[in-house]
């Protein structure tokens, strides 16, 4: 069997290469559309990458990410190129709203855009490339769940700069946006697994005010100092504002679900007043776990990783697969611990290609039909251009 | 983390969110995503009030909320028949594929639930291809949890019924003050147009067009009782609708089915009649088709009653929505109606009396002229004399902008001034030369003379006074009675001046007439003095502009 030829990393983004690629596989396949995953250091090349697939009418769709992962390794060069055979229903909506009262209407009205392409199939997987500045994306899941339910499997991905710095991040042939959502509808698709592998410790604290991702006060005094003591009794490690950025990584939150399952928020900003921001809401009142990284189970989470897969669709071996990877594990483990989690993904799945990109945050179930949620510090894993999958 | 704590953090965190809530929709709703967020059940259903357990293999139960499956949550508010045994029993996991058949669609997707009874009445159902990994005892979790929810379900169900209530008595206030508002703007419109009446027929067109413009009516007829063999109702004015349309349509007030519609009865019964629905009501069967091309769906009709109560005929008002006329606004609307009652009949006594008092006028003028004519017949030197003097009096007294009725009044009183001359032997009055003191005396005496003549005329103004104080003089040097100033009243004042200026005037047997100019120095050459200020100048100005004797 040929094994599939829809994913292709090209180390540099010249013009040439770029218009030969899309040439040879527009004579493959003429209604083809391409999904474009860049590095950060790059994103000088929409507006290039846009103009090829204009020039050769061929429909387009794009974010980008701190960095790509591509033959078990991190690169902040180059780009991955995804082929759809036909493009899919995509659609972009910049500046998703954030006030209750216009959530309401704003998730309705993309609701109404995503229905009338579901009627075809269940198959469906709802691809999101979120921009990871949205601070509201757990609440905008939930009421996006109670609008498509079933009908469509969940699974995304937070672009945007690791330095959470605002960036327009997610483009399409003629626009680049951010603050918002780039939404398509895969389909015939699985959906997507993911894992992480965080340990809860015993000491929770309850979160006594939030709001977004933003957390106030734990335990009814601020957040940081609370945090600082955490830390401190439970890994006699001692964090201040000026390591916070360093130790912040490997000391998320945890929020315990009644599964077994720990939700991770990693705090990624420290304010004056004590208050921490993370990426991804936390619920007024959750009970907070301080989590310590896992010391490296990289073969539980890879092997529940390629297990997920195989349920999803039999082996992944010789398949073309696409992966995100948190980039607050790669900053907790290290980069070469995380390269070797790459790598041996690759080798277990023995997948032909695997196009991915560092995320900053991830939407998936941990188990096949889930209640979608958004986490961190996972890795989300999914087939790419199988059709009978 | 050991178990227990576990269980904690839980409930804590459900039972934070369901205390949250005060409206049972958004309580369930949020209760399900906590449910399906902590253990991983994809769908989730409320079933709240299941019937009576008669031992029925299948329940008729309503699904009051949906999360995670498409094809359920469009059948929200739907009563669903299920099994009993998966809606019945205690808190259980249970693999049971064929519970589930009717809940999973074409696909048989679902084969795991959680059933979580909500106090007896209720329950919960999670739903799952497959069942969840956990090392919880789901089934105990969740026990305090649902003991909570029933009681916040309750409390959410007070809620949402006090704030129904409350949102169904603002909407109903805001209709009623809707109505009773338009029918005030009518009544108030409608009142204006009565103090501006002067004219039946206008009045009635009027009144139609404020309940139609003004208040927004679809249309409004009046139409008039006639004592016909048909007992017919004729309209006489109408607004909203054509007069050819209206035409057409037959209205009675007899005891058939044209009189059975609320026109009629309201002629008959003297009451207002209501038709809430027009296009369906048997008693406006006649005008069912008429309605609905004109858009008249409810209708209201007034009786106009006169001042005995009796109706004489009746004003119908059309409105475009069904049940239009409450009870505030009837009562608003009758007031109009009574009020453009009043109007009729106040401008049919109104012109009843203008009628009666032209026709008395008539006769007394009548009667004036020709007491007129006898005295003039006995001194023909002096005929028209009166006749003049009238004609100028009533120039001065317009010329002083004076009202029309003392005009009149000043004119006839002019046309008889002298009758008292009838007293003064016929030669005397027609003698050449001068007279002698007890001839003069005795002409003196025709102003008392006259006062006796018409003294016991009930004229509407002072003629019988104007007559006898003609002579009355500023400076108190007239005769009879040597009144000065104000004691004379204006308009004698007025006829004393045309008197003289039509004396000196004129030829008398015993002079040539003298002329306008002369006359008009005589009063100029004693103004202030013997003559009103006023009248003089008010004279001198109307033979400058013209004036001429007849």
């Known amino acids: ?389 | 983390m050991n178990h227990e704590q576990q269980i904690l953090t839980i409930l804590y965190e459900m039972a934070m969110a369901i205390g949250g809530e005060v409206s049972v929709r958004p309580l369930l709703t949020k209760t399900l995503q906590q449910l399906l967020y902590h253990t991983s059940f994809p769908a989730g259903l409320v079933f709240l009030d299941l019937p009576r357990d008669t031992g029925a293999p299948t329940i008729e139960a309503r699904l009051e909320a949906a999360i995670g499956d498409f094809e359920l949550a469009e059948n929200v508010g739907r009563v669903l028949t299920l099994p009993a045994a998966l809606l019945r029993g205690t808190n259980e996991v249970s693999d049971n594929p064929d519970l589930l058949a009717s809940l999973s669609g074409k696909d048989n997707a679902y084969k795991t639930f959680l059933r979580l009874p909500i106090d007896q009445n209720g329950v919960i159902l999670l739903l799952a291809p497959k069942p969840p990994r956990t090392e919880l005892p789901l089934t105990r979790i969740f026990q305090p949890v649902m003991a909570n929810l029933a009681k916040a379900i309750l409390l959410c169900r007070h809620h949402d019924a006090y704030t129904t209530g409350l949102v169904t008595e603002r909407d109903v206030a805001w209709e009623n003050l809707r109505k009773v508002n338009r029918a005030l703007k009518t009544l108030s419109s409608g009142n204006e147009v009565l103090v501006r009446a002067s004219e039946e027929t206008a009045l009635l067109k009027q009144m139609c067009s404020v309940v139609v413009e003004v208040g927004g009516y679809r249309a409004a007829w009046v139409g008039y009782a006639q004592q016909d063999a048909q007992k017919s109702v004729r309209p006489m004015a109408q607004h909203g609708i054509g007069a050819d349309a209206l035409g057409k349509l037959r209205f009675s007030w007899a005891d058939d089915e044209y009189g059975m519609g609320p026109t009629g009865a309201a002629i008959r019964s003297g009451e207002p009649q209501v038709i809430a629905d027009a296009y369906t009501d048997p008693r406006f069967a006649p005008w069912h088709g008429d309605a609905i091309e004109m858009g008249c769906a409810s209708v209201l009709a007034l009786p106009l009653t006169d001042s005995d109560g009796q109706a004489f005929g009746v004003m119908t008002i059309d409105a475009a929505e069904r049940n239009a006329f409450d009870e505030e606004e009837i009562r608003l609307l009758l007031e109009l109606a009574n009020d453009l009652s009043y109007g009729i009949v106040n401008l049919r006594s109104r012109a009843e009396r203008l009628r009666s008092a032209e026709r008395l006028y008539k006769g007394l003028e009548d009667a004036i002229q020709a007491i007129a004519a006898t005295v003039e017949m006995r001194d023909p030197y002096t005929a028209g004399h009166q006749r003049r003097v009238a004609q100028l009096a009533e120039a001065i007294a317009i010329k002083l902008a004076l009202p029309p009725e003392r005009i009149h009044g000043i004119r006839l009183a002019g046309t008889v001034h002298d009758v008292g001359k009838i007293g003064v032997p016929a030669e005397m009055l027609s003698k050449p030369g001068t007279l002698n003191s007890l001839e003069f005396n005795l002409i003196k005496m025709h102003s008392s003379v006259g006062h006796e003549i018409l003294k016991d005329v009930e004229f509407p103004w002072p003629i019988a006074q104007m007559v006898r104080s003609h002579h009355e003089r500023q400076d108190g040097s007239g005769y009879p009675d040597g009144l000065r100033g104000d004691q004379i009243p204006l308009d004698t004042r007025i006829i004393a001046v045309a008197d003289v200026v039509e004396a000196m005037f004129s030829y008398r047997p015993y002079r040539p007439g003298l002329g306008m100019r002369a006359a008009l120095d005589e009063i100029t050459g004693n103004r202030g003095k013997l003559y009103d200020e006023q009248v003089v100048d008010a004279c001198c100005q109307v033979v400058e502009a013209g004036f001429e004797f007849k």
Not at chain 1, 135 to 150: Q, S
Not at chain 1, 252 to 261: E, L, Q, S
């Open chain 1, 1 to 389: 069997m040929t094994p599939p030829n829809t994913l292709r990393y090209l180390p540099t983004i010249e013009e040439r290469l770029l218009d030969e690629q899309l040439a040879s596989w527009q004579a493959e396949k003429p209604e083809m559309g391409v999904l474009v995953l860049l590095p950060e250091a790059e994103r000088e090349a929409v507006p290039r990458i846009q103009q090829a697939c204009t020039r050769r009418g061929i429909p387009l769709a794009g974010a980008i990410f701190p960095a790509l992962t591509e033959g078990g390794a991190f690169r902040t060069q180059g780009v991955w190129l995804l082929r759809f055979d036909e493009m899919p229903y995509t659609a972009l909506y910049p500046d998703l709203p954030r006030e209750p009262g216009k959530i309401q209407a704003a998730l309705d009205a993309i609701a109404a855009d995503l229905k009338p392409h579901l009627r075809d199939t269940h198959d469906t997987t709802l691809f999101m490339l979120f921009d990871a500045m949205v601070p509201n994306i757990a609440t905008l899941l939930d009421e996006l769940y109670l609008r498509l339910a079933n009908r469509v499997r969940y699974m995304g991905a937070n672009a945007g700069s690791e330095s959470f710095k605002p960036i327009p991040c997610l483009f399409d042939g003629s626009r680049i946006i951010q603050n918002g959502v780039l939404a398509m509808l895969l389909k015939p698709h699985q959906g997507a697994v993911l894992e992480h592998g965080y340990l809860a410790p015993a000491q929770m604290l309850t979160a006594t005010s939030t709001e977004g991702n933003h957390i106030m006060q734990i335990d009814w005094r601020p957040a940081f100092e609370v945090y600082q003591e955490m830390a401190r009794a439970q890994y006699g490690v001692e964090i201040t504002r000026e390591n916070f950025y360093e130790y912040g990584v490997h000391f998320p939150f945890g929020i315990v679900r009644a599964n077994g399952m720990t939700l991770v928020r990693i705090p990624v900003a420290l304010e004056e007043d004590g208050s921490l921001f993370c990426v991804g809401e936390v619920p007024p009142n959750a009970l907070l776990a301080l989590l310590k990284a896992p010391a490296v189970d990289s073969a539980q989470t890879i092997g529940a990783l390629t297990e997920g897969l195989e349920e999803l669709g039999g082996s992944p071996a010789g398949q073309e697969l696409l992966l995100f990877y948190c980039a607050g594990r790669r900053l907790h483990l290290g980069i070469d611990a995380a390269q070797n989690e790459l790598q041996l993904f690759a080798q277990r799945t023995q997948a032909s290609r695997i196009a991915g990109a560092l995320s900053l945050g991830e939407i998936g179930g941990t188990t096949r039909w889930d209640y979608p949620l958004f986490h961190n510090a996972t890795l989300v894993a999914s087939y790419w251009g199988r059709k009978d999958t």
